[in-house]
């Protein structure tokens, strides 16, 4: 199945304590069905110091399941995702609110 979110998106959360953040995705894990957004579902991490790192609490984003997830079109709104394929043969998302192209 084709990705309906990728690296880079914008993205909005749908349920949860973040629920209504925007973020961009800084990862996607296809194989658990989960997701890395820049600053959103935050947790602290008490870590032992090793040699490359000191000890200490850290914070730092935890994954987020990808149906919790929506795209952002243009409009700032959230979005569902279609595919289209163009006259060349290239397959494209498209945003279900507006229609537009997402990838470009």
């Known amino acids: 199945m084709a990705a309906k979110i ?5 993205v909005v959360v749908l ?5 209504g953040k925007t973020g961009s995705v800084l990862q996607v ?4 069905t989960r997701a890395l957004v820049q600053g ?21 984003e935890a994954s ?12 700032g709104k959230p ?3 279609g ?4 006259d060349d043969g290239k397959k494209v998302r498209v945003a ?4 537009d192209l997402i990838d470009g």
Do not use: C
């Open 40 to 60: 959103l579902n935050l947790v602290r991490r008490h870590t032992k110091q090793t040699a490359a790192q000191d000890a200490g609490i850290y914070t730092k």
């Open 6 to 10: 990728r690296k880079g998106d914008k």
């Open 96 to 99: 279900r609110t507006t229609g």
């Open 29 to 32: 894990m296809p194989t658990e």
């Open 83 to 86: 595919f289209k394929t163009q």
């Open 15 to 19: 349920t949860g304590k973040d629920k």
């Open 79 to 81: 979005t569902r995702v």
């Open 64 to 75: 987020i399941h990808l149906s919790n997830l929506a795209l952002v079109d243009a409009a």
